[in-house]
């Protein structure tokens, strides 16, 4: 997506409200009130968008604001991304910094430098992450790729498989929540069949293997297999069924 439209010359500004179709180009700033629909790619400078926004196409942009739903046929990427409401893109998402209160849904690949969650997550490929930190629920088809993963659950979130480094997770206080768009479940869980890391705490966790240097397993874990290379701490409310030192 590097050169969307490279060689075309810049329009200008992209201005609509109201209900409003508009085509795709390189622009300075598109700012869309309403119910507008864009053809064909656009790469801008700032997109902003206050209502309901359809497009046809790829989306390259250094900012993107989203007060209500996007939808995508293509990728997006954005050295910057804020949504408050909805995102779906069909393609793959690329970002520098990601911050959500709200959903965000690509149906390739998610990458990001820093993702701030406040509420839902969803990739059907992979998400490759460098600092994860969310209060709100995350469904990844593939593997979860990260450098830091701190994580309140608040509903259900799973993941096929988890890399990290350091990785944090719990179950949301459900009396002093910070979540605005969702209400912590009593039953919240996280579901992988493997998740590796050097510094691991889980709670409410249920794995088939969980390796790692050092492993805090808390309260609520159910997991089949623990390998530690120096440190393992199990709760008396949690199951493992075996561990290794390895």
Do not use: W
């Amino acid at each position: 997506m590097a050169n969307l439209i490279k060689g075309k010359p810049v329009i200008g500004n992209l201005k609509s409200t109201g209900e409003t179709s508009s085509i795709g180009g390189k622009y300075n700033k598109v700012n869309m009130i309403g119910e507008g629909k864009i053809d064909g790619d656009v790469d801008c400078i700032q997109l902003k968008c206050i209502g309901t926004l359809d497009m046809e196409g790829h989306l390259k942009a250094g900012e993107i604001r989203i007060v209500g739903t996007c939808s995508i046929s293509g990728d997006i990427q954005a050295d910057a991304i804020r949504i408050t409401g909805s995102v779906v893109a069909s393609g793959n998402a690329n970002f520098k910094k990601l911050q959500c209160s709200g959903s965000i849904e690509a149906r390739g690949n998610l990458h990001s430098e820093h993702i701030d969650l406040n509420g839902h997550l969803i990739t059907k490929g992979d998400c490759e992450v460098e600092v994860f930190k969310g209060r709100g629920i995350f469904t990844i088809g593939g593997m979860l790729n990260v450098g830091e993963l701190d994580i309140k659950l608040y509903h259900n979130c799973e993941a096929k498989e988890i890399g990290a480094e350091q990785i944090n997770i719990r179950r949301a206080s459900l009396i002093n929540h910070l979540n605005f768009f969702f209400k912590p479940s009593s039953s919240a869980t996280l579901t992988a069949s493997i998740i590796e890391g050097d510094e691991i705490y889980l709670e409410h966790t249920k794995a088939k293997i969980v390796r790692g240097k050092n492993v805090t397993i808390g309260p609520g874990c159910d997991i089949g297999l623990v390998e530690y290379e120096e440190q393992f701490i199990k709760v008396k409310d949690s199951l493992v069924k075996e561990n290794h030192k390895i």
